[in-house]
């Protein structure tokens, strides 16, 4: 069973910074692209940033400059630093990793969501 643990996110004041990690485990062929997500009261999930394996990136618009995307490939792991937050980064932040469970056999995995309030 594949499985995305989150950790990170929590409270702080406007322009200030947080990290979140998160990590697959369980059985699994590969680990392919993984990325942020990230889904206001109100709003649809939003893609925040992504990363392919080989390293390449995405950013919204709106993070840019602000927020980096990296992994871990031997750890399985993608983390989102995340500074200047504003308020209206604030969100239930989501995990998602695109894995091969085996070869040709590829699923979409979410994280259980950890909650960023960035105060004005």
């Known amino acids: 069973q594949v499985q995305l643990v989150e950790s990170g996110g929590g409270l702080v004041q406007a322009g200030g910074s947080l990290s979140l990690s998160c990590a697959a485990s369980?059985?699994?062929?590969?680990?392919?692209?993984m990325g942020w997500y990230r889904q206001a009261p109100g709003k649809q999930r939003e893609l925040v940033a992504a990363?392919?394996?080989?390293?390449?990136?995405n950013y919204a618009d709106s993070v840019k400059g602000r927020f980096t995307i990296s992994r871990d490939n031997a750890k399985n792991t993608v983390s989102l630093q995340m500074n200047s937050l504003k308020p209206e980064d604030t969100a239930v932040y989501y995990c998602?990793?695109?894995?091969?469970?085996?070869?040709?056999?590829?699923?979409?995995?979410w994280g259980q969501g950890t909650q960023v309030t960035v105060s004005s």
């Open positions: 369980g059985s699994f062929f590969r680990v392919n692209a």
């Open positions: 998602n990793a695109v894995i091969d469970i085996s070869y040709g056999f590829r699923r979409d995995y």
């Open positions: 990363i392919t394996s080989g390293g390449s990136t």
